[in-house]
Structures are given as C-alpha cells and as structure tokens.
C-alpha cells in the first residue's frame, strides 16, 4: 500500500539487526522493484519520500577502497637469485603487497629478525617503478645483504604488526567432520605456514538472530564461532577489520590436507 508506517517498521527493524554486525552506513529507499518505484525515477505513489532513487545512489555513492594503503606490509612468498652473468649479485624478495605504500628509500624491519634495512629498488614484469602498494606483486630489493626466507614479512620501522602465539578468531567451519577442542590443525596465514592447537571455544554465533550461544562448545558444518588457538610460532598479523589481507587464516586437517575452516582476526 506504499505506506510511510510500513516502510518505516521495516527500516526500524533493520537497523536494530544492522547494529550486531556494525554497519556503519545503511541507506534506505523505499522501492518497488514489481512498477518500478524510486528505481529509475521518482514514485508518483510515495510523496513522503523525498529522498535519491536507487539508481541515482548506485552512481553517486563513494566506494571506499578495500584495500590498506596506511600500514605496511609486504610477506616474502620467494627469494629470488638469479646468479647469471647479467645479474651476479641479484637478491630479490618476490611478493605481493598486502597493505600500505613502498618507496626506493625507505627505512624497514624485517620480521622475526628484527634487522633493518632501507628499500633499495622495487622491480615489477614491466620493470623498475618509483612506489608499489597493495595489492601489487612486487619483488623488492634491500640495501644490506641480511638472511631473509619465505615467510619473514617486510615491515615500515616505525608501524610493526601484531607479533603473537596466542590468538583469537571467528571462523567457518567447512567441514564435515567436527572441530576438536585441543586438536591440532595447520595454519595458512600470508606466505607462512604452521600448526596450531584449539585452546578454547569461547562461543557459537545463531547466524539468523546473531546471538552468541555461550553455552554451545561443539562447532559443525558451516558454523561460525569464536575460538582461540595458540601457533607454534609467532604470526605476523593485524585485525581482520583492519587489514583483511593480513587478518585472515584458513585452518587445514593436517590428515587429510583439507581445508577445514577460514577465520578473521579479531
């Protein structure tokens, strides 16, 4: 019946929905996809909204990057030593850039080492270029000669990551068979690779009211819950929330070699 009451429960009622996953920026329009109300043009049936036509909002909203272009974060997927005549003393790290912007210059830590260097070049297929940022594949060069693998991630020396062991997660379990409390699986995290134990269920998420059910410890198929696990060695990591790139795992059966759940850092 195009009613202001009717648009107006259906709004209130999803904001209160809206507010357990934390959106911060909910537009509504009221529409009729069946006459084509407020899709292209404005609805003769609607003179309480005086508000933009889907259309006219889908063209005019600002799309905010996805991408992490503040924090710098580069994982060593390969070292590259060509040790031809054309490149004798060529030591490259090959990766993608998962998060801020890399210069020729700049001061970096590498990690776990600790040691520092200065970016010296930033080599592309194409070739040399002045910046690279997320999510280029790059391989960098660094001004010292300092012991680096598969694994270490490149850092800015004044904006490290979280450095932990113990961490926590949300996750989705696909698979099967259910999680084990205190069981072992492999973690997948960037270009690093380790195993890690399930310390503790703290919760199972109800996907269609989104409450917690703190009593429920058993994770299945296609449950979400809150856990913490503790790696057999330390994870270069921010939060999921602020860099899905580096905040995000999968949890592997090491029997089977199946991939068992994804998580996100929190």
Request: hydrophobic share 35%; charged share 30%.
């Amino acid at each position: 019946d195009h009613s202001k009451e009717a648009f107006d429960k259906i709004k209130k009622d999803f904001e209160n929905f809206a507010t357990k996953l934390e959106i911060k920026d909910v537009r509504f329009i009221p529409i009729s996809a069946l006459n084509g109300d407020n899709i292209v043009d404005r609805s003769e049936n609607m003179d309480w909204y005086d508000g933009s036509t889907l259309m006219h909002l889908l063209e005019n909203i600002h799309i905010g990057s996805d991408q992490n272009h503040v924090d710098c974060r580069f994982p060593v997927q390969y070292v590259v030593r060509p040790q031809s005549a054309e490149y004798p003393d060529y030591r490259g790290y090959a990766g993608r850039i998962e998060g801020g912007v890399f210069k020729p210059g700049d001061d970096v830590t590498i990690l776990p080492s600790g040691f520092t260097s200065k970016v010296k070049s930033i080599d592309t297929f194409d070739g040399e270029v002045g910046q690279a940022f997320s999510p280029m594949s790059v391989c960098i060069t660094l001004e010292d000669d300092i012991d680096i693998s598969r694994g270490d991630m490149i850092v800015r020396e004044n904006n490290k990551p979280t450095i932990e062991q113990d961490i926590d997660l949300m996750i989705c379990w696909m698979n099967e068979k259910k999680m084990m409390l205190r069981g072992k699986y492999t973690i997948r995290h960037t270009s690093q690779t380790a195993r890690c134990i399930i310390k503790e269920v703290k919760y199972k998420m109800d996907i269609n009211t989104l409450h917690r059910i703190e009593e429920e410890k058993e994770i299945g198929l296609n449950d979400i819950g809150r856990i913490s696990i503790r790696t057999t060695k330390p994870l270069f990591f921010d939060s999921y929330r602020r860099n899905r790139n580096t905040g995000s795992v999968i949890l592997v059966d090491e029997a089977t070699n199946e991939t068992v759940a994804a998580g996100m850092i929190i």
